[in-house]
């Protein structure tokens, strides 16, 4: 009986410290901290070291939500929305603790470091030897250096979207997310456009704004063109009219922004979006009629001084911007047939072209940059990647719709992604864009699409082997009951 007594009062004596007074003194103590420090230091570094600690904490657990806060920092770029947070260099910050994370993660989940099999992750490795080998005879070393470590940054957001992204429903996330935060930096662009800041040019106002990603006419007109052929496809995909009317929104706001940029090369590059939907169609009358309708609309309700300039791309008058990148073009060959191996190194080209013909103008597209700065090496590692980018996606389209299949979304995704590239190398024509982190983002989303796809079709095979076998024995067991 006392041994009951004793054993009754053990187990209702409470703990001096439980967890939930260890939280509240934690949080007193945080408080008190922060407050002490707003005394001393600009509040707005308090509340962004709070928000740090909040996310960090998360991102331990969840690498998947820190790859979401990355990107939202990494597109709409804090430090320049917010110069008072520039110095927190938080893309730096976020990018590098994530990625550390993420290689953790990815080292205890497996036992060793596993890393999606692509050839897009070789040929992506061969354009930063491309650039590293450039260094030897560049004219800008400076400049080669500073390319070259930008390249590894996009480097680690591409490993860490392909070791982050391992599902369907993660791709859309992620995929739903860019063109989200993409439509908040066109309706800024929209609005300021209507409301005075854009810039006069002749008798035409342009379109300008945007960040770092996107710092001119074409650069916008780039990126709007980059997130149309998905906005269209999934469009068309979901069959909820919340989403349908989401996407037609974005739709239009991205081809609205991209025509009032005034950007020749951009509307060369929403050209070929168009051709390139004519051409997967299924329905090729019926969408050559449409097309054509949108067409007519679109050019009726452009302004005089819109239709002029577009006008231009078919003149045989150059005008001053024209003549200069064909002269950079021509300046960019020579250049190559003096340093045909490597190149005259990665970022370096206007340099170049000061030391051999005293003019410094980048090269203004995409073929020549390449060839002028990496050579035949970077020629050779840039263009396999630019490739296998449009060979992967088409496999994917082909394994998706060949059979029934759970994740539909990879085809329309890959379609989008085709015609994006597509519209990418048209614009490239003229814009040196080899760099630009657009290629580096669709080629990572493209090697999460393929991981999808390839498992999908490995777990098909299995149910058609058990079938067969199946089918096997019980034909073995028929004969053997004969």
Same mark, same amino acid.
């Given at each position: 009986m006392a041994l009951r007594d004793q054993n009754i009062t053990v187990g209702t004596s409470k703990s001096f410290i439980t967890p939930a007074h260890v939280y509240w003194a934690a949080l007193i103590l945080i408080s008190l901290t922060m407050g002490a420090l707003a005394l001393f230091v600009d509040p707005l570094y308090v509340i962004a070291g709070i928000i740090c600690i909040v996310v960090g904490t998360i991102m331990v657990k969840y690498q998947f939500f820190g790859l979401v806060v990355y990107l939202a920092v990494f597109t709409l770029r804090i430090g320049e929305m917010y110069p008072a947070l520039a110095a927190l260099r938080l893309e730096l910050l976020l990018g590098g603790s994530l990625s550390v994370m993420t290689l953790l993660a990815n080292k205890y989940r497996y036992g060793s470091l596993m890393i999606p099999r692509s050839s897009l992750n070789t040929f992506f490795l061969f354009i930063l030897v491309a650039m590293g080998m450039s260094? /030897?005879?560049?004219?800008?070393?400076?400049?080669?250096?500073? /390319?070259?470590?930008?390249?590894? =940054?996009?480097?680690?957001?591409?490993? /860490?979207?392909?070791?982050?992204? &391992?599902?369907?429903?993660?791709?859309?996330? $992620? @995929? #739903? @997310?860019? @063109? +989200? @935060?993409?439509? =908040?930096?066109? $309706?800024?662009?929209? #609005?300021? %456009? %209507?409301?005075?800041?854009?810039?006069?040019?002749?008798?035409?106002?342009?379109?300008?704004?945007?960040?770092?990603?996107? &710092?001119?006419?074409?650069? +916008?007109? +780039?990126?709007?063109?980059?997130?149309?052929?998905?906005? %269209?496809?999934?469009f068309l995909h979901y069959k909820s009219a919340f989403k349908k009317i989401i996407m037609g929104g974005m739709l239009a706001l991205f081809v609205w922004t991209m025509i009032i940029t005034g950007s020749r090369g951009g509307l060369l590059g929403f050209c070929a979006i168009l051709g390139l939907i004519w051409w997967q169609s299924k329905h090729k009358g019926v969408m050559a009629f449409g097309l054509l309708a949108f067409a007519l609309i679109a050019w009726t309700v452009l302004g005089d001084a819109s239709k002029e300039r577009y006008m231009t791309i078919f003149s045989d008058d150059l005008d001053e911007s024209s003549q200069g990148r064909i002269d950079s073009w021509i300046d960019g060959l020579q250049l190559f047939l003096? =340093?045909?191996? $490597?190149?005259?190194?990665?970022?370096?080209?206007? #340099?170049?072209?000061?030391?051999? $013909?005293?003019? %410094?103008?980048?090269?203004?597209?995409?073929y020549i940059q390449v060839i002028a700065e990496l050579g035949l090496v970077g020629i050779t590692a840039y263009f396999c990647f630019i490739r296998d980018i449009f060979r992967v996606n088409w496999r994917t389209v082909k394994l998706i719709e060949s059979r029934p299949n759970p994740n539909r979304f990879l085809a329309p995704f890959a379609r989008a992604t085709i015609i994006t590239c597509g519209s990418m190398l048209v614009t490239g024509l003229f814009a040196h864009s080899a760099y630009r982190y657009t290629w580096y983002f669709m080629a990572a989303m493209t090697v999460v699409a393929e991981q999808i796809a390839r498992r999908n079709e490995m777990e098909f095979m299995k149910e058609d082997e058990a079938a067969a076998a199946a089918e096997a024995e019980g034909t073995v067991a028929e004969e053997g009951s004969l």
């Open positions: 260094l /030897m005879l560049s004219a800008c070393k400076d400049c080669t250096v500073d /390319m070259t470590i930008e390249m590894v =940054k996009l480097g680690i957001f591409f490993l /860490m979207i392909i070791l982050n992204v &391992d599902t369907q429903k993660r791709l859309e996330t $992620f @995929l #739903w @997310l860019f @063109l +989200i @935060l993409n439509f =908040k930096l066109s $309706f800024d662009i929209m #609005w300021g %456009y %209507y409301h005075g800041a854009g810039i006069v040019k002749g008798d035409l106002t342009r379109a300008s704004g945007g960040n770092s990603t996107m &710092d001119n006419f074409n650069g +916008i007109a +780039i990126t709007m063109n980059t997130l149309i052929p998905f906005t %269209y496809y999934l003096t =340093k045909p191996i $490597f190149g005259v190194g990665a970022g370096a080209f206007a #340099w170049a072209r000061v030391e051999n $013909f005293g003019t %410094y103008l980048n090269a203004h597209s995409l």
